[in-house]
């Protein structure tokens, strides 16, 4: 069901790739809710992805560009005001890769040109991007600029690797950038911390099935997918959150609060669910 939470606003969606993509979702999420976008990625993801099938899907305008270049966002900034015709309301922040991850380069032995490489694309492209922004003043007042983070960069998690160091990064820039900007334009910016989430680049972490099921079992909710996290964007970038900014948002079903879950628990002891089962009621005891 639409709201028409984003009717006449515009925005610029980065890193969508696929159907796969949370950044896909969220584009499909907006334009159904009334906003007009300009969809971007680096031109190789543009030529190999299926970039072109979503916008021909929204009547969007793909702009290819890498978002680790200042000259490159330079241009899209201000093509996509042309094309949009007017200041941009909202943008989404969906970059993020490890060349160490994919080499299966674990983070006692990192190389350090690819750890250049991943905080570049996956944090420091951000800092780029609203810089750039500001600069040629291609938001409008009271804009929301939103950057997709993981709970790694608060808690250590086997195999996430350098992409910790990264998002750890991406939320100082959103808390730094995010007072400066507020305090100038109104403009929000924060970051969503999302459960694990079955998209190409998810697939590429060590483990990720494991994590994938262990987050689940933990959290009340379950996991957060890539649909409801579109839901979740669409709300950020709506006039409905003006006052939030420099947070860090969790979008996980409550698994950055828990410690340990019962069905957590059980993977480890099969025994222990029969144990807190009251044997009158056959109600389980969560306390």
């Known amino acids: 069901m639409a709201y028409n939470l984003l009717k006449g606003k515009r925005g610029i969606i980065f890193g969508a790739l696929n159907d796969q993509s949370i950044a896909w979702k969220v584009a499909e999420r907006a334009v159904e809710e009334g906003a007009q976008l300009v969809l971007t990625n680096t031109p190789v993801a543009c030529r190999m992805g299926t970039i072109s099938q979503l916008a021909e899907q929204t009547g969007s305008t793909v702009i290819a560009a890498d978002a680790t270049k200042v000259e490159d966002l330079e241009m899209l900034f201000s093509e996509a005001m042309q094309v949009l015709g007017g200041k941009i309301d909202f943008v989404l922040h969906s970059c ?10 674990p983070y006692d032995d990192l190389d350090y040109g690819l750890l250049d490489k ?8 951000f800092h780029k991007m609203l ?8 938001l409008n007042d009271f804009a929301s600029v939103l950057a997709l983070t993981y709970v790694a960069s608060h808690r250590t998690f086997f195999g ?14 959103a808390r730094s950038f995010g007072y400066i900007y507020g305090r100038e334009k ?9 459960s ?20 689940d079992r933990m959290s009340p909710l379950g996991n957060a997918n890539a649909d409801e996290c579109a839901d979740y964007c669409v709300v950020m ?4 959150t003006r006052k939030v900014t ?9 698994f950055s609060n828990m410690g340990m879950s019962l069905r957590g628990m059980t993977q480890y002891n099969k025994s222990f669910i029969d144990e807190n089962t009251d044997k009158d009621t056959g109600k389980i005891i969560y306390g």
């Not at 991943?118 to 492209?125: C, E, K, M, P, R």
């Not at 810089?131 to 291609?138: N, R, T």
């Not at 990264?166 to 820039?173: C, G, M, R, T």
């Not at 420099?246 to 409550?254: P, Y």
């Open 186 to 194: 109104g403009v929000r910016v924060n970051t969503i911390s999302q």
């Open 196 to 215: 694990p989430t079955y998209t190409t680049a998810g697939g590429g972490i060590k483990g990720f099935d494991g994590l994938f099921d262990f987050a």
């Open 160 to 173: 996430y690797n350098d992409m910790a160091d990264a998002k750890s990064l991406l939320e100082s820039i």
């Open 96 to 105: 993020a890769m490890s060349a160490n991850m994919r080499k299966k380069r």
């Open 118 to 125: 991943t905080l570049d694309i996956s944090a420091i492209s």
């Open 131 to 138: 810089q750039v922004a500001k600069k040629l003043d291609a």
């Open 246 to 254: 420099m947070q860090t948002l969790f979008h996980d079903g409550g």
């Open 237 to 240: 970038f709506s006039d409905l």
